[in-house]
């Protein structure tokens, strides 16, 4: 079996991991069996079970480098300036991430939504994400000075989630800019100008 988490993936454990990646997103994990990913990446089902294990260890190496993917992108764009001006390109990073990776809005909360096992591996890796974000936003939090940053980086949380949310749904036009303004304002509130 291939694991994501830092080891190479073999090339037809990355066709799989791609085909799956792709399927997931766009129709829905439950929408989409294990036949349809083995032919649409070119290889058996023999091949993907022994690549992944299950269905559900492929949902989850497939959340995992969804989730790889959004902190590289948001660590590197956020990694310069005051902690205001970090916490503010994290939104910036949120509509760079939104135009190319999520038109159907957030992949996790999507997953959260049909994932209903509590003990499906792939809602440990949602939980995870979601606390790691949370805990990100808190250490920026901490660079700005912010009278209670654990308070100013559950809003900040808010806000991205809705944002993401609201993005995909197509019901606030430039949801990440609409955010950053407010996080703007919530960084002003809090003290948390530096």
Not at 1 to 7: I, Q
């Amino acid at each position: 079996m291939t694991s994501t988490a830092g080891e190479a993936l073999t090339p037809g454990a990355r066709k799989i991991l791609d085909a799956a990646s792709e399927l997931f997103y766009g129709r829905g994990i439950n929408a989409v069996g294990v036949d349809l990913i083995a032919q649409r990446a070119g290889v058996t089902k023999k091949t993907l079970y022994d690549r992944f294990g299950s269905k559900e260890a492929l949902v989850a190496a497939y959340l995992r480098e969804r989730d790889e993917r959004w902190r590289t992108l948001l660590t590197e764009r956020s990694a310069r300036g005051t902690g205001a001006e970090r916490i503010l390109a994290t939104f910036d990073a949120l509509g760079e991430w939104m135009r190319r990776e999520n038109p159907r809005g957030c992949g996790f909360v999507n997953a959260a939504a049909e994932l209903a096992d509590a003990g499906h591996p792939g809602r440990a890796v949602i939980a995870g994400q979601k606390r790691w974000m949370r805990g990100y936003l808190g250490e920026l939090c901490e660079l700005t000075g912010a009278g209670d940053p654990g308070r100013l980086a559950d809003e900040l949380l808010l806000l991205h989630e809705g944002a993401t949310v609201l993005n995909g749904l197509d019901v606030v036009r430039e949801a990440a800019g609409v955010a950053r303004e407010m996080a703007a304002a919530a960084l002003e509130r809090a003290g948390g100008g530096r």
